[in-house]
């Protein structure tokens, strides 16, 4: 008996057109899977990143609330809040050597629409605010100083930093909390 008269030896014409689309469709599925099975992992693993980075920015969070609590105990009652007046406007100033620059409130000083500064003052409490200025206060603190301050939105009416107690020759014993 011939090959050609086994019932279904032969193939059928474009079956082999047919076998390799098929082969071409499920290797394309195949590669589609593998794509979408690595976007899946990638998308996990950033999900647990920014997850891990936020427990990170809490736990960080947390430790700064703690430590300004820890500062703030610390120096309760110690602040040296002196009177004084800014640009003929009574003002309590808190004289903080830890502090750069000299701060006021808005509110404290009749000048607007000075340049915003292209850095920002931050405290220990980590809150940051960007100040204006400088401008040239009239300082009265025992005598008449004209002094740069920022104006800034802080807690604080007026903070005399390090630049004014420098340019004005203030003495401060800390140990008896005196200036």
């Known amino acids: 008996m011939a090959d050609s008269d086994v019932k279904g030896?032969?193939?059928?014409?474009?079956?082999?057109?047919?076998?390799?689309?098929?082969?071409?469709?499920v290797i394309g599925l195949i590669q589609t899977v593998n794509e979408i099975m690595s976007d899946m992992r990638w998308a996990r693993i950033e999900r647990r990143e920014k997850y891990e980075a936020t427990l990170?920015?809490?736990?960080?969070?947390?430790?700064v609330k703690e430590e300004w609590v820890a500062v703030r105990q610390q120096c309760e009652g110690r602040t040296g809040v002196i009177e004084s007046a800014v640009d003929g406007r009574l003002c309590p100033e808190l004289v903080d050597t830890g502090a750069a620059k000299t701060v006021v409130r808005e509110e404290v000083v009749a000048v607007?629409?000075?340049?915003?500064?292209?850095?920002?003052?931050?405290?220990?409490?980590?809150?940051?605010t960007t100040p204006r200025g400088p401008m040239?206060?009239?300082?009265?603190?025992?005598?008449?100083?004209?002094?740069?301050?920022?104006?800034?939105?802080?807690?604080?009416?007026?903070?005399?930093?390090?630049?004014?107690?420098?340019?004005?020759a203030a003495c401060v014993n800390s140990g008896r909390m005196q200036m």
């Open 56 to 63: 990170v920015q809490q736990d960080m969070t947390e430790e």
């Open 9 to 25: 030896s032969e193939m059928p014409e474009g079956s082999e057109l047919q076998e390799k689309s098929l082969r071409d469709l």
């Open 136 to 168: 040239m206060a009239t300082i009265t603190v025992g005598g008449m100083e004209k002094l740069p301050a920022f104006v800034a939105d802080m807690e604080e009416l007026c903070l005399v930093g390090l630049d004014s107690l420098v340019q004005s």
């Open 112 to 128: 607007q629409d000075l340049p915003v500064a292209d850095w920002q003052l931050c405290g220990v409490t980590g809150h940051c």
